[in-house]
T-cell receptor, first 116, second 116 residues
Framework: QQQVKQSPQSLIVQKGGISIINCAYENTAFDYFPWYQQFPGKGPALLIAIRPDVSEKKEGRFTISFNKSAKQFSLHIMDSQPGDSATYFCAASTPHSGAGSYQLTFGKGTKLSVIP | DGGITQSPKYLFRKEGQNVTLSCEQNLNHDAMYWYRQDPGQGLRLIYYSQIVNDFQKGDIAEGYSVSREKKESFPLTVTSAQKNPTAFYLC???????????????FGPGTRLTVL
């Protein structure tokens, strides 16, 4: 059972446009929602993260919007640039509740291509 | 230079052979993780360790083994029991045991394993 559903699988955006990637989750115990950026042949790097006590978090051109009631969160990349071309993963985790209970559950990823 | 190192970058194995992937971190992080990445599948957790001499199975532990004898090191052995081992393997670490502080995981550059 996939606990974090990510869409779309791939996305093509023109330079200067807005890239939007969506994730939905089912487990209401999730309390931490990071986004990772991965370039080909490299490990993922944390881009931005949010906790459910806020509805939006912005860092530079990157914004997370969070809708707790709908159990959805999204990544918006403003003024998209060719250098943003990468695979983006959303993820979610639950609070630690005893030995061995932790997992960071990832979506399947979105390959973003920003064309000039 | 602080960070996570994985070696080798590329690894080739014949069927029936065990192989060990190295992961070292000098970030003084308590928790370490191993993920497997396949195209279109996102990242799937193999094993994780919250503290030295302790580790827990993730979603896809069958055919893999780990050890955590030192805080800095978390090697992964891919055994001959793993039926489809060709994949990109990622090691990660986090500063606190999950849920007790930041849940941010920092990833290494990965090892690409190919079974011939």
């Amino acid at each position: 059972q996939q606990q974090v559903k990510q869409s779309p699988q791939s996305l093509i955006v023109q330079k200067g446009g807005i890239s939007i990637i969506n994730c939905a989750y089912e487990n209401t115990a999730f309390d931490y929602f990071p986004w990772y950026q991965q370039f080909p042949g490299k490990g993922p790097a944390l881009l931005i993260a949010i906790r459910p006590d806020v509805s939006e978090k912005k860092e530079g051109r990157f914004t997370i919007s969070f809708n707790k009631s709908a159990k959805q969160f999204s990544l918006h990349i403003m003024d998209s640039q060719p250098g943003d071309s990468a695979t983006y993963f959303c993820a979610a985790s639950t609070p630690h509740s005893g030995a061995g209970s932790y997992q960071l559950t990832f979506g399947k990823g979105t390959k973003l291509s920003v064309i000039p | 230079d602080g960070g996570i190192t994985q070696s080798p970058k590329y690894l080739f194995r014949k069927e029936g052979q065990n192989v060990t992937l190295s992961c070292e971190q000098n970030l003084n992080h308590d928790a370490m993780y191993w993920y497997r990445q396949d195209p279109g599948q996102g990242l799937r957790l193999i094993y994780y360790s919250q503290i030295v001499n302790d580790f827990q199975k993730g979603d896809i532990a069958e055919g893999y083994s780990v050890s955590r004898e030192k805080k800095e090191s978390f090697p992964l052995t891919v055994t001959s029991a793993q039926k489809n081992p060709t994949a990109f393997y990622l090691c990660a670490s986090s500063i606190d045991p999950p849920g007790q502080g930041t849940d941010t995981q920092y990833f290494g550059p990965g090892t690409r394993l190919t079974v011939l």
